[in-house]
């Protein structure tokens, strides 16, 4: 339902932009999140958006990522600057949807690499 896209090797200093695409409404999500899992780390929240547009950061990323939704193509994107190799992980996009109970899904890893 969700699919990850956009990961790859970028350099110290580089930019980069992940995808999120849902396969329907994104706007039945009450947010959307990225998270991301570097090797031997436990998986930690990057930035998160509200239906209603309100947007959150770790603090290691914050000023240098930005999230943002496009409701017409049921995608949210993360674009990353000024990345640097701490940034190195696999990333993560996940929904939540919030009915009668707590939905959570999760889409599948993109790789990104922060090397020179």
């Known amino acids: 339902q969700l699919q990850a896209s956009g990961g790859g090797l970028v350099q110290p200093g580089g930019s980069l932009r992940l995808s999120c695409a849902a396969s329907?409404?994104?706007?039945?999500?009450?947010?959307m999140s990225w998270y991301r899992q570097a090797p031997g780390k436990q998986r930690e929240l990057v930035a998160a958006i509200t239906r209603e547009g309100s947007s959150n950061y770790a603090a290691s990323v914050k000023g240098r990522f930005t999230i943002s939704r496009d409701n017409a193509k049921n995608t949210v994107y993360l674009q990353m600057n000024s990345v640097k190799p701490e940034d190195t992980a696999v990333y993560y996009c996940?929904?939540?949807?919030?009915?009668?109970?707590?939905?959570?899904?999760w889409g599948q890893g993109t790789l990104v690499t922060v090397s020179s």
């Open positions: 996940n929904a939540l949807e919030i009915g009668l109970r707590a939905n959570v899904y």
């Open positions: 329907g409404s994104i706007f039945s999500f009450n947010a």
